[in-house]
């Protein structure tokens, strides 16, 4: 006698159909034509109902069960048919689960599974922004969007890159990129920094190029970089009041600008250059009376920028092996007010004569 199942049987309790699945070949067979019993007789429609999209009770109930595989799933492992290594970590997972990972289901489906158990490997040795709390809180999030609640500025940056990595959770990232972006601060600003400059750029700094796609950020790397480069433009110098004439100052104002030449002389310097030369930044522009005064903009500019310039030479320009100047164009490009223009080149190695 055979073993195989009847074609003719059931499956979970649904004839013909594996896991409970329909075909929906029509209109008629959707969803808006179902009808719910509710006890006092059956009724359909096609707009929700009290404001609900569906009764509560299964709201709730779709709750029970999101809470029962976040909690017995993840964090217990019951049941587990997968097994995954990543950071010295070891996990017991579902691959039902790990499946709405792109990035999973490929590993799963590449690794060769001699026993009950899969088991796949995670190697993140060339992907030191993933670290072992956000590739867990990204794991998380496969199970439930409870995951979003351990979220915080210090762990934003590395689960948006293990979101990245994993790929399917949309929310998480967006989630992630908007907590980094708001983490972006004066006390913060020079890990920013940092970061930004460790993302692959033109060969010669002359130029701030779009990212390459192959980022483990994606589009999100390059999100990131405009926004620290808006934060020290914009934000930067109006929170530190450095745009105010003297008179106006508060005390603060002369320790806003030894911090905002503190800062923008460890920025990169295809980020320096574009700042500095936007006429966006603004450094004591202002009149006693509160005007914007247009012929000091730029004066101002090309003085901060001297001052950042020299800075500069006893940190990362002088490491580079480059030496940096600032010029001050009359007319500018098109003949109308000042430029500042910020130019970089190699130091020329000494020559020694050799007397024969």
């Not at 060769?112 to 922004?129: F, N, S």
């Not at 439930?144 to 994993?166: E, K, M, T, Y």
């Not at 601060?185 to 002359?206: C, K, L, M, N, Q």
């Not at 005390?251 to 980020?271: A, H, K, N, W």
């Amino acid at each position: 006698m055979s073993s195989l199942p009847s074609s003719s049987g059931s499956v979970n309790g649904h004839t013909n159909h594996a896991n409970g699945a329909t075909s929906h070949t029509s209109s008629e067979a959707g969803l808006e034509s179902a009808e719910i019993s509710l006890g006092a007789g059956s009724q359909s429609s096609k707009y929700p109902a009290n404001g609900f999209s569906q009764p509560p009770y299964q709201n709730h109930h779709n709750e029970e069960i999101v809470s029962h595989l976040y909690h017995a799933g993840f964090q217990s492992g019951n049941y587990a048919d997968t097994i995954l290594h990543v950071h010295q970590n070891v996990y017991r997972l579902h691959a039902i689960i790990l499946s709405r990972s792109p990035f999973l289901a490929h590993l799963m489906s590449t690794s060769p599974q001699a026993t009950g158990q899969r088991v796949i490997y995670v190697h993140l040795d060339q992907e030191p922004e993933v670290s072992e709390e956000g590739f867990a809180i990204a794991l998380g999030y496969l199970y439930s969007a409870v995951s979003l609640n351990l979220i915080r500025p210090q762990n934003a940056r590395a689960v948006l890159a293990a979101g990245c990595l994993l790929g399917g959770m949309e929310d998480l990232c967006r989630y992630a990129y908007e907590a980094c972006r708001q983490s972006i601060s004066v006390e913060t600003i020079g890990g920013w920094v940092e970061f930004i400059d460790s993302i692959p750029s033109s060969a010669d700094g002359s130029t701030t190029p779009n990212l390459p796609k192959t980022s483990i950020f994606g589009l999100y790397a390059q999100r990131l970089k405009d926004d620290v480069f808006r934060f020290l433009v914009d934000t930067l110098p109006e929170f530190l009041e450095v745009h105010q004439a003297s008179s106006e100052s508060s005390t603060s104002g002369p320790q806003g600008r030894d911090v905002l030449l503190q800062i923008y002389s460890r920025v990169p310097f295809e980020m320096f250059k574009t700042a500095v030369e936007s006429p966006s930044f603004r450094v004591g522009t202002y009149l006693v009376t509160g005007r914007l005064d247009p012929t000091g903009s730029d004066q101002a500019r090309f003085k901060f920028a001297k001052e950042a310039i020299e800075l500069r030479k006893r940190g990362i320009a002088r490491g580079s092996g480059a030496e940096e100047t600032v010029v001050l164009a009359f007319g500018g490009g098109n003949g109308v007010g000042n430029s500042v223009h910020i130019t970089r080149k190699m130091r020329k190695r000494p020559l020694w004569k050799v007397n024969a």
